[in-house]
Structures are given as structure tokens and as C-alpha cells.
T-cell receptor, first 112, second 112 residues
Framework: GQQVMQIPQYQHVQEGEDFTTYCNSS?????IQWYKQRPGGHPVFLIQ?????EVKKQKRLTFQFGEAKKNSSLHITATQTTDVGTYFC????????????FGRGTQLTVWP | DTEVTQTPKHLVMGMTNKKSLKCEQH?????MYWYKQKAKKPPELMFV???????INESVPSRFSPECPNSSLLNLHLHALQPEDSALYLC???????????FGSGTRLTVV
């Protein structure tokens, strides 16, 4: 069964609007990673969160890891057409070489 | 060099063929991975190599045979595949300490 749930599956926004995708695990995660995959491309690593309650920012992107280390979110402020793609969270339980469980992804469409 | 190089980029093979996918990285990463990705789905883990030794096999059918000749190279040997094996095959690498993965651009495989 799916280890990491991610919603929504699709999100369509107008350029300039904000966007958020959420991930949730039924079990505590040792860390969570976020990836972006452009249409026709491959996943590209964005960030890793490790600490409970951690918040990291990359320009217009804000990543959060929940206090219980079971959920995470990615928020994009003022989307641009270059933000188009599928955003995946990937959570790991246990050891550093343990399985990375990918969420099903959120496909973001931005129209100008 | 911060890339993972995969060859070929596209492959069409018959169900009786034998072919190999190749992956190379020169980032000094000691963990390498094979993933399979179907359209609009997240990557699915197939194999993990750590320090050139197979550490995880996600119950992949024996028609897929991985090989890690050295710390920079990872191969996936294919034999007697089925049409449902058609997918994007992604190679990735990382440090064994569990940071983010660097994915190659993938091999788009079609089995006819």
C-alpha cells in the first residue's frame, strides 16, 4: 500500500496565485525530500527536511516538516509558468539507506 | 561533474530480445538506484546498490538483472520482457548518508 499520501493530485492556478501541496505519512519519518519533475523530464532534488518542525525557504518556495515528522508541505508564492511540473515528496523511515517512499505527486499547471 | 548519464535515451525491444541499460556517475556517490516510472505515476524503486553491493531488491522479476561493475557504473540487463514493462527507467545516485538523489534523464523503454 501507499506509504506516503500526497494531495492534491492536480492543481491548476493562474500565474501569480499561490500553490501548496501536502504529504502525510501514517508513521514517523526520519526525513522527507522534495523533487520536481518537469513534463518529459526526470525528478530533480529540491530539498531535504530532517528536524521536527523544520522550515526551509528557497526563494518563492517554502518547505515545512511537521512537529510529529509525519507530514510535510511545499508552498509556492506567486507562481510563475516556470513552476509547471509534478512535485513529489519522498519520505524515508529508519536508516539512511532505507527505502524512499514517493508520494503520488501533485501536477501543477500554471496558465499565464 | 554533477550528472548521472543514462544510455540509451530511447529503446524499443522485442519480447525475445536481450538488452542492457547503462548508468554512469562521477560524483563519488556510493549508493546507486534503479527506478521504474510509468506515465503520471511516481518512481517505483527496483534495486539499491550500496558500495557496489546489492542491498535492496524490491521483488523485481528475474527478467530484470542489475549489475554494478564499479562505483561509477550501474547496468540493468533486460531479457524476455513483457509489454507491461514499457516505462521510463531512471537511474539515481546519492551518498550513503542519505542526502537527495541525483537522477539521470532516464531510458524510455518500449517493449513490443
Amino acid at each position: 500500500g501507499q506509504q506516503v499520501m500526497q494531495i492534491p493530485q492536480y492543481q491548476h492556478v493562474q500565474e501569480g496565485e499561490d500553490f501548496t501541496t501536502y504529504c502525510n505519512s501514517s508513521t514517523t519519518l526520519s526525513n522527507i525530500q522534495w523533487y520536481k519533475q518537469r513534463p518529459g523530464g526526470h525528478p530533480v532534488f529540491l530539498i531535504q527536511l530532517v528536524k521536527s518542525g523544520e522550515v526551509k525557504k528557497q526563494k518563492r518556495l517554502t518547505f515545512q516538516f511537521g512537529e510529529a515528522k509525519k507530514n510535510s508541505s511545499l508552498h509556492i508564492t506567486a507562481t510563475q509558468t516556470t513552476d509547471v511540473g509534478t512535485y513529489f515528496c519522498a519520505g524515508r523511515r529508519g536508516s539512511t539507506l532505507g527505502r524512499l517512499y514517493f508520494g503520488r505527486g501533485t501536477q501543477l499547471t500554471v496558465w499565464p | 561533474d554533477t550528472e548521472v548519464t543514462q544510455t540509451p535515451k530511447h529503446l524499443v525491444m522485442g519480447m525475445t530480445n536481450k538488452k542492457s541499460l547503462k548508468c554512469e556517475q562521477h560524483m563519488g556517490h556510493r549508493a546507486m538506484y534503479w527506478y521504474k516510472q510509468k506515465a503520471k505515476k511516481p518512481p517505483e524503486l527496483m534495486f539499491v546498490y550500496s558500495y557496489e553491493k546489492l542491498s535492496i531488491n524490491e521483488s523485481v522479476p528475474s527478467r530484470f538483472s542489475p549489475e554494478c561493475p564499479n562505483s561509477s557504473l550501474l547496468n540493468l540487463h533486460l531479457h524476455a520482457l513483457q509489454p507491461e514493462d514499457s516505462a521510463l527507467y531512471l537511474c539515481a545516485s546519492s551518498q550513503p548518508t542519505g542526502e537527495g538523489y541525483t537522477f539521470g534523464s532516464g531510458t524510455r523503454l518500449t517493449v513490443v
